[in-house]
Structure formats: structure tokens, C-alpha cells
């Protein structure tokens, strides 16, 4: 405090601010606030597949593009399938041709048991025959819908509305049915954080959290905490409206809320500083004085901007919120 006396008696003419509205110091629960950081995961991440092997011949999308359920992204060409459905269109045209010849062969042998020169043995052949072919074309039908509805299924879509998060592969690329075609997040973000485990006991679920590095959005819900521990880290889930999925896993600031304490709370318009020295006017029994102080950081409150003060008062100060400066009065040094 003697630095405090000496910078005054350097000063030519030092003013002091004269009574105004005051405030008697009592002690103020705040919250003690944790600096962590924090990263946005996606709620979900899901893959858009190939569903059948091929080449990858029209690719729509890249990383960071956003997608609608059922948009198309890719299309997927297996030459063999074509093959495969020429050749079974093929067989059918040649088992159309039999069918048609038995048939010939039925009309002829009802014509011929009618005359009494058949058997109704041989009709029933004839008729089994006839029913075997048309048995044949509709297995073959059949099967060639079965390929062109794996042509069909070449058309990669998106499974739901959200994010490209990756594309690992490339036009002209060789693909295997299962593989990925991109990865998409879906259904929005939160943050996940990662909290020293010796301050596990003060999480509450439930509890306001601040961010910062997340534009538009200030504030958050812790969600979850869960119960298993990982390299001495306990594991929380952050609920955060409206928060953007431009960039996921990317960390952000967050402070979680480490219980409460006492201090001593100033508006901050009674802080004056001089010559590097912070100083608030106080009301003592011996009149009015500039007291130096060591003030803390700045707090929004209900009642406006306030802040905390480390040292110089003491609760009962009555201390002056928003004093006009005049001169006549001393620094108080005690």
C-alpha cells in the first residue's frame, strides 16, 4: 500500500470522487467455472453403401455438401449384369419358341384323342411339357427382374438429410458390395467432453454450461454423464441448440460449473483506476476515501455488470457505486 501513497503524492492535483449512491459489501455466492475443451461429434453417423460391386461412374457429392433422404450421390455400373440379362433373354426367346411348338403339339393330340387315334396318356405328356416351358419362362423372367433390380440398386442414395463428413472413394474407383460411398452426419450435433476425474463429484446432469468458439450459441445442458472412466477422463454429453455441423470433432472452449463459493461483488462502475492502480471510494467513520483494491474478473448479473474484488475490502464496506469526481479527499492506505 505504501506504492499506493507514493504515486498520489507524485501526482500534481489528484481528484476524488464525492459521495454518491452506496452499497454495503456482503458476501455473494458465484459460481466456480472449469475451462475444458469440448468436441462436436454428430448425434449419428451414417454410411451411404454400395449395395452391389462395380465401378463408381457418376459421383454427385464431396466432403462438407449438404444431402437430402434419398438424394442420389453415386451410381454404381456392373458390366456382367448386362451380360447376364442378354443371355437370359436370350434363353427365353428359346424357350418361347418350344412353347409355342407344344402348344402346336397339344392343339394336335386333342384333335386326334377326339378322332380316337391318340391316347389320353400322351396328351397328358403333352400337356406336362407345355407347363414345364411356361414354367421355365417364368423362372427366367424372374430371375432377370432379380438383375435388373441389382442394376437398379447401382444408384447410390443418401439415408438420411445431413452432412457429407467423408468420401473415400473416387470416380472410376472399384467397389465391392457393402463398402462405403460417403459418410454422413445425421441428426444434428452436441459436444462431448472429456473431465478430469477428481472433478466428477461436482457434475450435475442438468447443469448450464458456457461455450465459446460455437457461433450462435452461448450455452448448453450437460446431458449426460457417463458412469465408466477412461484414462482418469469422465465422459459428458453436452445438449447445444442450434448448433451448426459445419465442422464436426472440432474442439471448442466450454466451462462447466465447479461448485459455488463466497465473494465480494462491486458494480463495476465503482472502479476507478490511476497511474496502473485500481482504487473504489469507500464511506468510513473518518469520511470519504479511495481505497486500492486487486479486482477480479467481471461478472454479468441480474442488478448489471459487477466485479469481484480479491482484496482491499471487506464485507460491511460501504462502498460509493458511482461517485462524481472532487477534490479534497485522500487515499486511504491502511
Do not use: C
Not at 233 to 248: H, K, L, M, P, Y
Not at 277 to 304: C, E, H, I, K, Y
Amino acid at each position: 500500500m505504501h506504492r499506493a501513497v507514493a504515486v498520489f503524492l507524485g501526482l500534481m492535483s489528484f481528484v476524488t470522487p464525492a459521495l454518491s449512491d452506496t452499497v454495503t459489501l456482503a458476501p455473494t455466492s458465484v459460481t466456480e467455472w472449469k475451462a475444458v475443451y469440448g468436441r462436436i461429434e454428430a448425434r449419428d453417423r451414417a454410411p451411404a453403401r454400395a449395395r452391389i460391386g462395380g465401378t463408381v461412374v457418376d459421383l454427385t457429392v464431396s466432403e462438407g455438401d449438404a444431402v437430402t433422404e434419398g438424394q442420389i450421390i453415386a451410381r454404381i455400373v456392373d458390366d456382367k449384369l448386362s451380360f447376364q440379362l442378354a443371355a437370359l433373354d436370350a434363353q427365353t426367346t428359346a424357350l418361347t419358341a418350344q412353347l409355342g411348338n407344344a402348344e402346336t403339339e397339344l392343339t394336335r393330340g386333342e384333335q386326334l384323342l377326339k378322332q380316337g387315334v391318340s391316347t389320353v396318356q400322351r396328351l397328358d405328356g403333352l400337356r406336362t411339357q407345355v407347363e414345364v416351358l411356361r414354367g421355365q419362362i417364368a423362372a427366367l423372367g424372374a430371375q432377370a427382374e432379380v438383375i435388373r433390380q441389382s442394376q437398379q440398386e447401382g444408384t447410390v442414395r443418401a439415408p438420411a438429410a445431413g452432412r457429407v463428413l467423408d468420401v473415400p472413394v473416387s470416380r472410376g474407383a472399384v467397389l465391392l458390395p457393402g463398402e462405403a460411398v460417403a459418410m454422413i452426419s445425421v441428426g444434428g450435433t452436441f459436444l462431448r467432453l472429456a473431465v478430469p476425474e477428481r472433478h466428477a463429484r461436482l457434475l450435475t446432469e442438468g447443469d448450464p454450461i458456457q461455450i465459446d468458439g460455437v457461433p450462435g450459441v452461448t450455452e448448453g445442458r450437460l446431458a449426460r454423464i457417463y458412469p465408466l472412466i477412461e484414462n482418469g477422463r469422465v465422459i459428458a454429453d453436452v445438449e447445444v441448440a442450434g448448433a451448426s455441423d459445419r465442422f464436426v470433432d472440432a474442439r471448442v472452449l466450454v466451462r462447466l460449473p465447479m461448485g459455488d463459493r463466497q465473494a465480494l461483488m462491486v458494480p463495476a462502475s465503482a472502479l476507478m483506476s490511476r497511474a496502473g492502480l485500481d482504487f473504489v471510494q469507500v464511506d468510513s467513520a473518518a469520511g470519504p476515501a479511495l481505497r486500492t483494491v486487486v479486482p477480479g474478473q467481471p461478472r454479468a448479473t441480474a442488478d448489471g455488470p459487477m466485479v469481484e474484488i480479491l482484496s482491499g475490502l471487506v464485507a460491511g464496506d460501504r462502498v460509493v457505486t458511482d461517485p462524481a469526481p472532487t477534490t479534497g479527499a485522500e487515499a486511504d492506505h491502511e
